[in-house]
């Protein structure tokens, strides 16, 4: 049987700024090969500061990382050809045309120039680039700005790519693109390691998630378990017309419209009392489904602790 | 085949030189200008009414320096400026997660300077000719001078690019250094013509070894001795390399 290995190995990560800033406090953290995994955490927690580690633009002060088994202090030129990354902020040269800043980068990794431009045909067409290959990059909108980022770093086809908040400004359809695009990458074996503020993206792409608190990983779980550990489930209930809503004063109740309204409910407490309590008011069902989002509740409660 | 790090170098080199020849009007043009108006003046108008200098004529004698002025400031201004506009932009970024190591990122800006010098100088050698029949007394000496002289002042621009924080900080040296020094590195003047003091001082000048040894590779007469020149250009050759890899390993400038 194939074991599989850890892409990310992190042990006894620390990072002080020379301003004083414990930016990360004693991190342990592994990723398996495969996983989709999401670093959550407020602004500020230390999420990109792991990632510029990683990639070697900031210098840990202790601690040992593993990239696939590589240590990036010993063997960081191998380490690196595995990674592409994803920067949250914009960080190309605004000047130059969108084809050579993908072609460039292939060449950085060693890929000749041949095989650039085959991957940056295959790449820009995948992202809906192509036609703008000629442009130079500061005639782009935000979501090609942002597309434009994630071909560059998949330029070198790395087992491991890394996004620091890839759908911030991202409007929604352009999102749920990336996260198709995202979905098709993990399938074929790619590791994803993602920090987003968009905790819906969590719920649905991610398989892991770790929740990181000034500095410290407070929760590293499967998403499944996190969304798990809420003990309340929300759910949004449709009927023909709210009325005699006093009758169900014992659940928290919150009206949307004339004819939705919120129920949060206990775990303990079976939707099915609820089910029984709702003919009592006279109001016809004729919708319930669980609200999303889940995790938002959990980690605003788990960074309030 | 080859190998993966040399991909990278002739990755960077070409696209810094399609920088430098996509912006011509900016990269090229400027010195052509500047030393074209140096020949007319101080080589024609000026120059006419001064006798020969070491056997050639004064429009003859300025032309190594005028030459070697171009080459140092082009070299170190194109990688001060492309490096330092590449860190401001964040674009650097592409290059420090890429798996290139130091001596590439060092060698593809340092190749581009050269480049850009060799270029520009020999622009302006080709309008020099319009003034006078400059002679070439020995082209290696010539080639070494050239290449050694813009790979210094690439370097150079290479170490103010790191250092720089903001725009201003690239303007400093070449306003206040590296001008003040070419213009008393006798490129207008031979030093044995100042009096004894000032030839002292003149002495502690390394451009003036870098354009005495350019005119000695084309008129075979130097005002300093030649192997003393080389020296002091390849010392700082490795002096320059060796502090512009250790601040990349330590990150200053780069990384936090």
Not at chain 1, 47 to 63: A, D
Not at chain 1, 242 to 269: A, G
Not at chain 2, 2 to 25: D, G, M, Q
Not at chain 2, 148 to 157: E, R
């Amino acid at each position: 049987m194939t074991q599989i290995m850890n892409a990310i190995t992190i042990k006894g990560l620390s990072k002080t700024y020379k301003n004083g800033t414990q930016a990360l406090k004693n991190i342990d953290l592994e990723i398996r090969e495969g996983d989709f995994f999401a670093l959550l955490g407020a602004n500020g927690a230390g999420k990109t500061t792991i990632i510029n580690i990683l990639t070697g633009l900031v210098i840990k002060s202790s601690g040992n990382i593993k990239i696939f088994d590589m240590d990036i202090d010993h063997n960081h030129q191998a380490a690196k050809r595995l990674m592409g990354v994803v920067p949250q902020e914009f960080n190309v040269n605004v000047f130059e045309r969108v084809h050579d800043i993908v072609v460039n980068q292939a060449g950085y990794y060693g890929l000749n120039r041949k095989q650039a431009l085959d991957r940056a045909e295959e790449l820009l067409n995948a992202m809906d680039l192509w036609e703008k290959r000629n442009q130079v990059a500061r005639e782009l909108s935000g979501g090609m700005k942002r597309r434009l980022m994630i071909t560059r770093a998949l330029m070198h086809q790395p087992k491991l790519l890394i996004l620091d908040e890839p759908t911030a400004s991202v409007d929604v359809e352009l999102r749920h693109g990336m996260w198709k695009y995202l979905h098709r990458l993990n399938d074929s074996g790619s590791t994803i390691l993602l920090t987003t503020h968009y905790l819906e993206e969590v719920e649905q792409m991610c398989r892991t998630a770790a929740i990181i608190k000034e500095g410290q990983i407070i929760k590293n779980e499967p998403v499944k378990t996190l969304i798990q550990l809420l003990h309340l489930e929300e759910y949004i209930i449709t009927v023909k017309k709210i009325q005699n809503i006093k009758k169900l004063s014992q659940y928290q109740i919150m009206v949307i419209d004339d004819h939705t309204f919120e129920l949060e409910i206990d775990r303990e407490h079976q939707l099915n009392n609820f089910l029984a309590d709702l003919p009592k008011t006279g109001m016809k069902t004729t919708d319930i489904r669980t609200k999303g989002f889940r995790l938002e509740k959990l980690f605003i409660n788990m960074l309030k602790d | 085949m080859k190998s993966k790090n040399f991909i990278a170098y002739l990755t960077l080199s070409r696209k810094e030189i399609n920088r430098i020849l996509r912006i011509w009007p900016q990269t090229l043009v400027p010195s052509m200008i500047t030393q074209s108006l140096y020949f007319i003046i101080f080589g024609n108008f000026i120059g006419s009414r001064l006798g020969d200098i070491a056997g050639v004529s004064y429009v003859a004698f300025i032309v190594p320096g005028l030459v070697m002025m171009s080459i140092i400031n082009n070299s170190y201004t194109n990688v001060s400026g492309s490096f330092f506009s590449s860190k401001f932009m964040g674009s650097i970024e592409e290059l420090l997660v890429s798996p290139a190591p130091n001596w590439v990122i060092i060698a593809g800006y340092a190749t581009a300077g050269i480049f850009r010098g060799i270029l520009v100088g020999l622009l302006v050698f080709f309008i020099s000719c319009l003034f006078t029949r400059p002679q070439i007394h020995n082209i290696i000496i010539v080639a070494i001078f050239v290449i050694l002289t813009s790979a210094v002042f690439s370097l150079a621009g290479f170490l103010n690019g790191i250092l720089a924080k903001k725009f201003d900080d690239i303007s400093i040296f070449p306003t206040f250094i590296l001008t003040p020094l070419t213009y008393l590195g006798g490129v207008f003047y031979s030093v044995k013509s100042l009096p004894a003091f000032w030839q002292s001082v003149s002495n502690f000048n390394p451009i003036l070894y870098m354009i005495n040894g350019f005119r000695f590779g084309l008129y075979g007469y130097s005002d300093v001795n030649i192997m003393m020149s080389l020296m002091i250009i390849i010392f700082f050759i490795i002096f320059q390399i060796s502090l512009i890899v250790y601040i990349l390993q330590k990150g200053y400038g780069l990384k936090s």
